[in-house]
C-alpha cells in the first residue's frame, strides 16, 4: 500500500473520481497549468483536460458563483479557493445560494458541489494565508464542514464530499500538507460525513480536536489516561460519539486553533453542558488562539495552541 502525504492523498482522491463521473470538474485560480498553489491538483489537467480542470479569473464570487450554477444542472463541481482567507468575497455566493438552493427550490434543484480550501496557521504565510474561520460555515444551515487530520481521512472525506447531494466545505490543513504521511489505499473507500474518530482510547478526561490540532492533541497526552476524538466534520458533528465518550471520562478538554470567542469549540461545550451535565465531574476546558488577528510569523508560534497549553488544560481538569 503506498505511503502519502495528504497533498498526494487528496491529489488521487481527485484523480480517481474524475476518472470515475465525467460529471466532476475542477475549477479555481491555477488549478489547472500550474496545479494549484500547493500542487494539490498537478496532473490533472493532462490526464482530463481543459474542459473539466478549469483556471479562472482571480474571482472568489465568480469560482464558486459558477460551481453553484454547475451543481444545479447535473455536474459535480469541486471549487478551490487558494487559502481560506479569500473565501469571503465568496460568502454571499456559498450563503445566499448553495446553502439555501434546495429549501429555495422546494427540492427542485439541489447544489452537490464542494469547496475546497487550505486554511490554518503554522506554515508562517502572510496576513489572509493562514484563517481558521470555519465557525462561520458551521452557523450556515445547509452547508457541511469537514477538515481531514491526515492523508487517509483526507481521501476517504473527499470522497464522500463530492458524493454527497449538498454543498461541502472541505478544508485542508496547510500545516499537515506534507508533515503527515501515511498508508492510503488505491482505489475506492470512503470516510463518512458526520462521524467523529476515535484515535485514542482514556478513561480519565476526553480530548476533542481537529484538523491540524490533532497532531498536537496527540502529542500532549502522551503520559495521561485521556481519551482522543478527532472530529472529522464540523458541522454537523457527530454528538453520539462525543456524548458517550464524555460520559465515560467525565472531564473534556476542546483544543482549537480558532480564536476563542464564539468558535465552534464554545458550540461543543454548550452540546456537552446541556446533555451531559450530570456526568461532568469539573468544568468543559478550551484550549484555542486569543481573540486577536493572527500575527506574523515571528509570533505565529506563540500564537497557536501548543502541546504545552493542552497539557496544562489536562492537569487542570485531572484536579476535580
Request: hydrophobic share 45%; charged share 25%; glycine share 8%.
Amino acid at each position: 500500500m503506498p505511503i502519502m502525504n495528504m497533498v498526494q492523498a487528496i491529489n488521487l482522491a481527485l484523480k480517481e473520481e474524475m476518472a470515475l463521473d465525467d460529471r466532476v470538474v475542477l475549477l479555481g485560480e491555477d488549478v489547472a497549468r500550474d496545479g494549484g498553489v500547493f500542487r494539490v491538483s498537478e496532473g490533472l489537467l493532462d490526464a482530463f483536460g481543459p474542459e473539466r480542470v478549469i483556471d479562472t479569473p482571480l474571482s472568489e464570487s465568480a469560482i464558486v458563483g459558477a460551481a453553484v450554477g454547475m451543481a444545479a444542472y447535473g455536474l459535480l463541481p469541486v471549487a478551490e479557493i487558494q487559502f481560506m482567507g479569500f473565501i469571503y468575497p465568496a460568502l454571499d455566493q456559498i450563503f445566499a445560494n448553495a446553502a439555501r438552493l434546495r429549501s429555495r427550490s422546494r427540492g427542485r434543484y439541489s447544489a452537490p458541489l464542494v469547496v475546497r480550501t487550505p486554511y490554518g496557521a503554522g506554515i508562517k504565510a502572510p496576513e489572509l494565508h493562514e484563517e481558521s474561520t470555519e465557525a462561520l460555515f458551521c452557523q450556515m444551515p445547509g452547508i457541511k464542514v469537514v477538515v481531514p487530520s491526515g492523508p487517509y481521512q483526507a481521501k476517504g472525506l473527499l470522497l464522500s464530499a463530492i458524493r454527497d447531494p449538498d454543498p461541502v466545505i472541505f478544508l485542508e490543513p496547510t500545516r499537515l500538507y506534507r508533515m503527515i504521511r501515511e498508508e492510503v489505499p488505491e482505489g475506492e473507500y470512503t470516510v463518512p460525513l458526520g462521524k467523529a474518530r476515535l484515535a485514542r482510547e482514556g478513561k480519565a478526561v476526553t480530548v476533542i480536536a481537529w484538523g491540524s490540532m490533532l497532531e498536537r492533541t496527540l502529542k500532549a497526552v502522551e503520559g495521561y489516561d485521556a481519551e482522543v476524538i478527532d472530529l472529522l466534520t464540523l458541522s454537523p458533528f457527530d454528538e453520539e460519539t462525543l456524548l458517550a465518550s464524555v460520559r465515560k471520562t467525565g472531564r473534556a478538554v476542546i483544543v482549537q486553533e480558532a480564536p476563542l470567542t464564539c468558535g465552534l469549540g464554545a458550540e461543543l461545550s454548550a452540546t456537552l453542558a446541556e446533555q451531559a451535565i450530570l456526568h461532568l465531574k469539573g468544568p468543559i476546558l478550551r484550549v484555542a488562539a486569543p481573540d486577536v488577528p493572527i500575527p506574523l510569523a515571528r509570533l505565529v508560534d506563540h500564537y497557536l495552541p501548543s502541546v504545552e497549553r493542552i497539557r496544562e488544560a489536562l492537569e487542570e481538569i485531572l484536579k476535580y
